[in-house]
C-alpha cells in the first residue's frame, strides 16, 4: 500500500492511501472530521485499432487551418508533404519537390530499404577463425557495430547486442594458446568518412569511421549517446579480444583470414528489427551506415558509401517508390551534401502506414513518439502539448537543418503521414515550429 504526503496552502496536510484521497486541517483539533474520499477513477487502457471509416480532413479545411503555422519565419526554408495514407491522396504540400538538406531523416529511407530486402530476423556474424601461425588467431569483422566489451552481466548500450566475453569464452574451451590478434576488415571498402563529414564529427560523438567491427558503436565512454568516438574502432576490438584472452593488445594488428581457416568462436548481433528501432529512435548514426551496408551486401552492390547509396536508392526505386531529386552522400543524413524531397519522406511512410507495403509497417512502431520517447522525449511539453503521445516522428537536426517525418492520428481518428523540412534555421528557431505544424495535424480534423 502507498501512503503519500503533501502539505500546501494555510496548513492544509492530504493523506494518499492506497488510492482513497482525504484532506485534514492540520491546525484544528484531533478530532477533526475527515471529508470523504472521492469516488475512485478507474483506469481502463486499452489498444485499438484506428477506425477505417474515419473521416478524411478536407484540403482546403486543412491549408486554413495549417496556414498561421507553416507561415512561421523559424521554418526558414521550408517545404513538406502531408498525405492520407488510406488512399495515397496529397492533402497538401509546398514545394514538395524541391529538395533540401534532411539530416537524419534520411535514415526512414535506409529502413525502409532494409525491410524491402532482408528478413526482419537477419543477423550479423562476428567470427574468430586460426591464423597462419601458431598462436594466432583473426577476427574476422562481419558488419556489426553493436559488439560490446561490457563485462558480462552489465547492460551495454545496445541491449541484445554481441559480447567480446562470449568469443573469449568459445576460444578458450578450445584450449588454444593465444598471443596474436589479427583484425580482418575486408568486408568494407573505401573511405571510412563520408563526403559532407567533419574532421570534429568522431570527437564530437556523432559518429565513427564506419568499420565492419566495433565496440558499442566506437563508443570510448561506452554507455554515454553522444560520446567520443574512437579513430580505430576495428582494432580496438581486436584489443578488447587480446585483453579478454590474456594476449598483449600492443600487437593486435589488421589482418587477413586464409581461405578455409578453421573456426574458433562466433557471436550473431540483434535481429534487424531490434537494430531498426534503436536506430530510429537514437538516430544513431553509426548503426544506419552499417544497416546500409547490410543493404548494399544483399543487393550486390559495393560495400563502401557509393555503393551503399546506390543500393538504398536503388532498392526504393525497384519498389515504386519515386527517387526522383533524392541525392545521398551517406544513409545517416550527417552529411551535408545529402539532398531529400519531402515528397519522397512522406511517401514512404504513407506507404508503410497504408494498405499495400505491409513489409515497412513495423517501421511505425519504431519511431520516437513525441513528448515521450527517444528523440522526441523532451518535445512537445509546452505550446505543442496537443500533439504529445499522437505524433510518431523521426528528427533530424543539423546545423541550421531540421526536419521531422512521422505520422499522427488526428481529432477523428484518421492517420495522417507527413514530411517537414527546414534549412536556415537553429533548432531553437524551427523544433518548436516543426512541432506546432504537427500539432496542428493532431487537433484539426478539418472537414
Not at 471509416?53 to 502531408?82: E, H, M, Q, W, Y
Not at 589479427?182 to 568494407?188: A, F, G, H, R
Not at 519515386?322 to 519531402?342: F, H, K, Y
Not at 518535445?379 to 496537443?386: K, L, N, S
Amino acid at each position: 500500500m502507498k501512503i503519500l504526503f503533501g502539505i500546501w496552502g494555510a496548513g492544509f496536510l492530504a493523506l494518499v492511501v492506497g488510492g482513497a484521497f482525504a484532506i485534514y486541517d492540520v491546525r484544528a483539533s484531533a478530532g477533526a472530521v475527515v471529508l470523504p474520499a472521492p469516488a475512485p477513477v478507474i483506469a481502463t487502457p486499452a489498444v485499438a485499432a484506428v477506425s477505417p471509416d474515419a473521416p478524411t480532413p478536407d484540403p482546403t479545411s486543412l491549408a486554413a487551418a495549417l496556414d498561421p503555422v507553416v507561415n512561421n519565419p523559424g521554418l526558414g526554408d521550408f517545404a513538406g508533404s502531408i498525405t492520407d495514407p488510406t488512399t495515397g491522396t496529397v492533402l497538401w504540400s509546398k514545394d514538395a519537390d524541391r529538395a533540401l538538406i534532411p539530416a537524419s531523416t534520411t535514415k526512414i529511407l535506409t529502413a525502409a530499404a532494409a525491410m524491402l530486402v532482408l528478413p526482419s530476423d537477419h543477423r550479423i556474424t562476428t567470427r574468430v577463425v586460426e591464423g597462419s601461425k601458431p598462436g594466432e588467431i583473426v577476427l574476422i569483422a562481419g558488419g556489426d557495430p553493436t559488439l560490446s566489451a561490457m563485462p558480462p552481466g552489465q547492460e551495454s548500450f545496445y541491449p541484445g547486442g554481441p559480447r567480446i566475453a562470449d568469443l573469449a569464452e568459445q576460444i578458450r574451451r578450445s584450449g588454444a594458446t593465444v598471443e596474436t590478434v589479427l583484425v580482418d576488415t575486408s568486408l568494407y571498402s573505401g573511405d571510412p568518412l563520408a563526403p559532407g563529414w567533419f574532421p570534429q564529427d568522431v570527437g564530437d560523438g556523432y559518429v565513427a569511421p564506419i568499420e565492419p567491427v566495433m565496440l558499442d558503436g566506437g563508443r570510448l565512454r561506452p554507455l554515454e549517446d553522444e560520446s567520443p568516438r574512437s579513430a580505430t574502432p576495428a582494432l580496438d576490438a581486436g584489443r578488447a579480444l587480446a585483453t579478454a584472452l590474456g594476449a598483449d593488445p600492443a600487437r593486435v594488428a589488421p589482418g587477413s583470414a586464409s581461405p578455409g581457416a578453421a573456426p574458433m568462436a562466433s557471436v550473431q548481433s540483434a535481429p534487424l528489427t531490434v537494430r531498426l528501432g534503436q536506430m530510429l529512435r537514437r538516430s544513431d548514426n553509426v548503426l544506419a551506415e552499417t544497416v546500409g551496408r547490410e543493404v548494399a551486401v544483399a543487393t550486390g552492390n559495393e560495400h563502401s558509401f557509393e555503393g551503399t547509396t546506390k543500393a538504398v536508392t536503388g532498392t526504393l526505386q525497384q519498389a515504386g517508390l519515386d527517387v526522383t531529386g533524392v541525392t545521398l552522400r551517406d544513409v545517416s543524413g550527417l552529411s551535408v551534401e545529402n539532398r531529400i524531397p519531402a515528397r519522397t519522406l512522406d511517401r514512404v511512410i504513407s506507404e508503410a502506414a497504408g494498405p499495400n507495403r505491409t513489409e515497412l509497417r513495423p517501421m511505425l512502431d519504431y519511431l520516437p513518439v513525441a513528448g515521450a520517447t527517444g528523440t522526441l522525449a523532451d518535445r512537445y511539453g509546452t505550446t505543442t502539448r496537443a500533439g504529445a503521445g499522437w505524433v510518431r516522428a523521426k528528427t533530424g537536426t543539423l546545423t541550421e537543418v531540421n526536419g521531422l517525418t512521422g505520422y499522427v492520428v488526428d481529432s477523428d481518428g484518421r492517420v495522417l503521414s507527413f514530411a517537414l523540412l527546414s534549412n536556415g534555421r537553429s533548432p531553437s528557431e524551427a523544433r518548436p515550429a516543426l512541432d506546432a505544424v504537427a500539432s496542428v495535424l493532431r487537433e484539426c480534423g478539418c472537414r
